[in-house]
């Protein structure tokens, strides 16, 4: 079945250092999601991302989505206290099935 | 808030227990999923909704059991669990048109211990 795999499972960065993460799926994907979960909550939708290489920003945070649609990525400007928490991608299964594959996630912890 | 809110929010049982998950959406949507979040392993969707039929079942045990009366309430009945069970137990909802997939709205989650 379909695989969607992320790197880096952590990153530590200083506060105001750049961060990046980086998801592959194994299958083309129809569209991107990204969630955002801080420690202790839920994940929360921060974008979807549908046609072959389009990019979008929301302040500091750039998402890409690869021009074969199987690849993504997630960057972060100037990092602050209030981005930690863990970077989850998902697309759909495929096949017509319903719901999201997520990957395993990337663990941004921010040393102040 | 999300307007998806699960009860209980913690649970303690026995694995000869017999417990129920509850998951209400405000949203007006017409999807809703439960989803299993253990530590070191991606979040695993084990039941799809789709207009309270179910769509998905992805090869999860029998001692899991969903149900769903309604596209506001979503329920995950539990017996004789094991403790390799105890996890984050999410619920989501989404508006679904056709085969386009919209974003997801989690509720706070359960977290499950099984002794």
């Known amino acids: 079945g379909q695989q969607v795999m992320q790197i880096p499972q952590y990153q530590h960065v200083q506060e105001g250092e750049d961060f990046t993460t980086y998801c592959n799926s194994s299958?083309?994907?129809?569209?991107i999601q990204w969630y955002k979960q801080r420690p202790g909550g839920h994940p929360v939708f921060l974008i979807q991302l549908v046609k072959s290489g389009e990019v979008k920003k929301q302040k500091r945070l750039t998402f890409q989505f690869g021009e074969a649609k199987k690849n993504s990525s997630l960057h972060i400007t100037a990092t602050q206290t209030t981005d930690v928490g863990t970077y989850f991608c998902?697309?759909?299964?495929?096949?017509?099935?319903?719901?999201?594959?997520f990957g395993k996630g990337t663990h941004l912890i921010i040393q102040p | 808030e999300t307007g998806v809110t699960q009860t209980p929010r913690h649970l303690v049982m026995g694995m000869t227990n017999k417990k129920s998950l509850k998951c209400e959406q405000h949203?007006?949507?017409?999807?809703m999923y439960w989803y299993k979040q253990s530590a070191k392993k991606p979040l695993e969707l084990m039941f799809v909704?789709?207009?309270?039929?179910?769509?998905e079942n992805n090869s999860v045990p029998s001692r899991f059991s969903p149900e769903c009366p309604n596209s506001s309430h979503l329920f995950l009945h539990l017996h004789t669990l094991q403790p390799e069970d105890s996890a984050l137990y999410l619920c989501?909802?989404?508006?679904?048109?056709?085969?386009?997939?919209?974003?997801?709205?989690f509720g706070p989650g359960t977290r499950l211990t099984v002794l």
């Open positions: 909704y789709n207009f309270k039929e179910q769509t």
């Open positions: 989501a909802s989404s508006r679904q048109r056709g085969s386009s997939y919209n974003e997801q709205f």
């Open positions: 998902a697309g759909p299964p495929g096949g017509g099935a319903d719901g999201l594959t």
């Open positions: 949203l007006g949507h017409n999807a």
């Open positions: 299958t083309t994907l129809s569209n």
